[in-house]
């Protein structure tokens, strides 16, 4: 089972930014695309990015163009480059994995099999 661990969450100020990270032990993330979710308290998980297993990139549009997916396969490693962030970026961010090649990714959350434990992310002066 693969096991996913999600780092860099933290407290930031308005307008601020944080990069979160997503590796896994023992398993290659390359293998599979990776998806970024996030759930404010008392709302839904929804759906912030994801990236193929081949490094295509995609955004859900409400965050288009402040939050950025990427790779490192030399690091194992999924990341996500938050920028300009507001108070109702303030959530739990888990990253998610499922077991698809090629140049897309899901997001929807029913489509991941594997899950971290999530990392608080708070926006806040």
């Known amino acids: 089972q693969v096991q996913l661990v999600e780092s860099g969450g933290g407290l930031v100020q308005p307008g601020g930014s944080l990069r979160l990270s997503c590796t896994a032990s023992?398993?290659?993330?390359?293998?599979?695309?990776i998806g970024w979710f996030r759930q404010a308290t008392g709302k839904e998980r929804e759906a912030v990015s994801c990236?193929?297993?081949?490094?295509?990139?995609f955004q859900s549009d409400s965050m288009r163009g402040r939050f950025i997916v990427s790779r490192d396969k030399a690091k194992n490693t999924v990341s996500l480059q938050m920028n300009t962030l507001k108070p109702e970026d303030t959530a739990v961010y888990y990253c998610?994995?499922?077991?698809?090649?090629?140049?897309?990714?899901?997001?929807?959350?029913?489509?991941?099999?594997?899950w971290g434990r999530g990392t608080q992310v708070t926006v806040s002066s």
């Open positions: 990236i193929s297993s081949s490094g295509e990139p």
């Open positions: 998610a994995a499922q077991m698809l090649h090629g140049d897309t990714c899901s997001l929807s959350r029913s489509d991941y099999v594997y």
């Open positions: 023992g398993y290659t993330l390359s293998y599979y695309a």
